[in-house]
């Protein structure tokens, strides 16, 4: 039932992709950096930069893939698949990064409940692997599984991000006629096996939201829905809500068959994203300057 709805739910998204595409200018600012070629990685879902060496790229796929992350380098090649011990994801739809007592943290959000049929929603933490390019399969440990769950009501979830300022964890709904804001501490919660409980913070003017990221000094936040990236520059000492108060600004996004993962680069003004490849279409990994 479910991989029937999926189907039906990728085809309609990629039949109104494709008419967008046809529509939208080509005059935006995107360069196509390389193609998304592997059998392994078919439903690229979220993506982060490697925090070791410039030009590398932390991926996964969604519902369907075991418990992996990938390397791929920035013209779309697959360099290493890591096994994370322990865990069994259902649908994992994005991947944030945080760094704490300077350790590089990798955080897979296991999130996405297309059917609504899950009420406690998993969280897993890792440390980020350090390559040295001699394997091509790598296994490493599970440090925290971190369960969640909404107050008022199920949902579907496909975007998440943490502040680096104060260890957040920020999740962004996606059906919701307008997409709402929830977030817990990564430090000070779930100490044990409790579930951790969110309640909304807030609602953004749009919905369908299908990822999210902040960069690494914590100053600039990108939300994307299937069409729009949108952004917000954070002022000096504002609380992060408060900075998603503000309207918008649209930045330059070419509209991709199934566009479910953005992310900033570490040290340049800059964005990447990258599509699923639905029912083989292609997918690239774009960069803009902002």
Known sequence: MKKRVDLLYKTLV?????LLSLSASYAQEFMRLGKITHSSITEISGIVPYSYERGYFWVHNDSGDGPYIYRIDSLGNLLQKVT???????????????SYKNENYLLLADIGNNLRNR???SLYL???????????????????HIQIKYADKRRDCEAVFIDPLDNRVYLVSKRDFESTVFSFSLLEENKGDEVIELHPLLTLPFTFTTAADI?????????KNLTTVYYWERKEGEKLTETLKRKPKQMPYKVEPQGEAICFDLDQRV?????????GLDAFIYKYHY
């Open 14 to 18: 990629v039949s109104i992709m494709l």
């Open 84 to 98: 994370i011990k322990g865990i069994r994801p259902i649908d994992v739809e994005d991947i944030g990064r945080v």
């Open 119 to 121: 009420e406690i929603l």
């Open 126 to 144: 890792i440390k980020e692997p350090k390559i040295d390019n001699t394997h091509k399969e790598i296994t490493v440990n599970l440090e925290r």
């Open 215 to 223: 960069s690494k000094d914590g100053k600039h936040i990108l939300i």
């Open 271 to 279: 964005y990447y994203t990258v599509s699923e490849r639905p029912f």
